[in-house]
Nanobody, 122 residues
């Protein structure tokens, strides 16, 4: 089992940057594929990005490709999401999640953090 805690959210102007972190407890962080998801008010939770257990494979939603970068440091049990060129439509609660497959579907992830709010003003 792994527990996840996100941080790094906040209020930023359009065009700005934020880096989200997801700290994982437990000794098995490196065994899990990790993902970032987001949920805006009134919308379903959507896939943002995913990374394989070793970091060799990464995937992005089309809406963030070229602007966001996912990475992980297995020595620090931490997952990151560097977000550049932020847009108002990126406003959402961002969640990190751990699973056994590097997938886009939320149902493939078994452990979730509590979320961190990202607000992008125009």
């Amino acid at each position: 089992q792994v527990q996840l805690v996100e941080s790094g959210g906040g209020l930023v102007q359009a065009g700005g940057s934020l880096r989200l972190s997801c700290a994982a407890s437990g000794r098995t962080f490196s065994s899990y594929a990790m993902g970032w998801f987001r949920q805006a008010p009134g919308k379903e939770r959507e896939f943002v990005s995913a990374i394989s257990w070793g970091g060799a494979n990464t995937y992005y939603a089309d809406s963030v490709k070229g602007r966001f970068t996912i990475s992980r440091d297995n020595t620090k049990n931490t997952l990151y999401l560097q977000m550049n060129s932020l847009k108002p439509e990126d406003t959402a609660i961002y969640y990190c999640a751990a699973g056994y497959l590097t997938a886009q579907a939320p149902r493939e992830y078994h452990y979730w953090g509590q979320g961190t709010q990202v607000t992008v003003s125009s």
